[in-house]
């Protein structure tokens, strides 16, 4: 099996179900309260260790309560934990979710310890590994630290998916996007990285181009209830999502590419790999909370639900 490397944060999500999302300066009464582990680098890592593949994480968690708590989880889970840090000055990472009655959310983190995750933490693992492997990163740490994980994945030979989330409030260094294998944005991200508007399939298959010319090898667009947009030099299709009532959609986008990861690292064609993605991360909108809402290969391979 192909191993798959993770690095991305790791947080504590402290989740309030309300009727409606809160105005500025409004404060409303909320329902049930959950507190779950979280973060997008822990959370893709979960879903793909879930899904059955073979996942190492690289992270930084605080020496505190929560800390522990991680790493507890993620032996759980048979997660790798070895290259793990833990920071002795910093907090470990903190998201606070608020969920409406129709599943959207909020989320406001402070970052912690995912905040210090370094170049040096993360040669620990580029030491010790060869091809083939898949590479799974996010943006919620250091930027540096995503542009120097990428060029090395690169030098190893290592297949590089990006989930350029949460949106860069710049713009990302271009050597990025050369060293890509895929880049999974959504809506909104897609029309940050390039520029370009989204408003129906054209202007997708735009920004898919757009990327592309930026050196990306595929394109993956999530598109949320209507599916995932492949853009390839070869390819170009919408591979649409089976309908489901949605309960919570905290998780479903680490859900979608670390399903994707596993799909990627058992071989399988593109468009069948985000067929499987948008399977599991349907489901994992039907449950409320992150890592709590991740299925399992034996939940994806078995649900059969119709396509929109």
């Known amino acids: 099996m192909v191993p798959i490397y993770v690095f991305g944060s790791s947080n504590t999500d402290m989740v309030i179900k309300a009727r409606k999302l809160p105005g500025p300066g409004e404060t409303i009464m909320g329902g049930s309260f959950l507190m779950n582990a979280g973060g997008k680098g822990a959370n893709q890592a979960v879903a793909a260790s879930r899904l059955g593949g073979k996942v190492t994480l690289v992270c930084k968690v605080g020496n505190d309560l929560f800390g522990k708590e991680a790493m507890e989880q993620f032996r759980k889970e048979n997660i790798e934990t070895g290259y793990v840090q833990v920071d002795e000055e910093h907090s470990s990472g903190v998201a606070l979710i608020n969920v409406d009655e129709q599943g959207e959310n909020t989320i406001v983190v402070a970052p912690g310890s995912n905040g210090y995750l370094q170049r040096e ?4 693992l580029f ?9 799974l990163v996010q943006l919620e740490i250091p930027i540096p630290t995503v542009e120097h994980v990428i060029k090395r994945s690169a030098e190893k030979g290592l297949k590089v998916i990006l989930n350029p989330a949460p949106a860069p409030a710049h713009a990302l260094p271009g050597s990025i996007y050369r060293n890509l294998y895929v880049i999974t944005p ?15 399939l054209d202007s997708v298959n735009s920004a898919g181009k757009r990327l592309l010319m930026m050196g990306v090898k595929n394109v993956i667009i999530t598109l949320g209830s209507k599916g995932a947009f492949l853009r390839s030099d070869k390819e170009n299709q919408l591979i649409p999502t089976p ?3 949605p309960t919570d959609t905290t998780a479903a986008g680490d859900c979608f590419n670390g399903s994707l990861a596993v799909a990627i690292s058992e071989s399988l064609p593109l468009d069948q790999a985000i067929d499987f993605a948008v399977k599991a991360a349907s489901i994992s909108t039907t449950r409320l909370g992150a890592q709590a809402s991740l299925p399992t290969r034996h939940e994806v391979d078995s649900w059969n639900l119709p396509v929109v």
């Open 121 to 124: 933490d993360v040669d620990l």
């Open 127 to 135: 030491a010790n590994v060869s091809p083939p492997g898949i590479v």
């Open 186 to 200: 959504n809506e909104s991200e897609a029309e940050l990285l390039t520029g370009i508007k989204i408003t129906d």
């Open 243 to 245: 309908h489901v009532t």
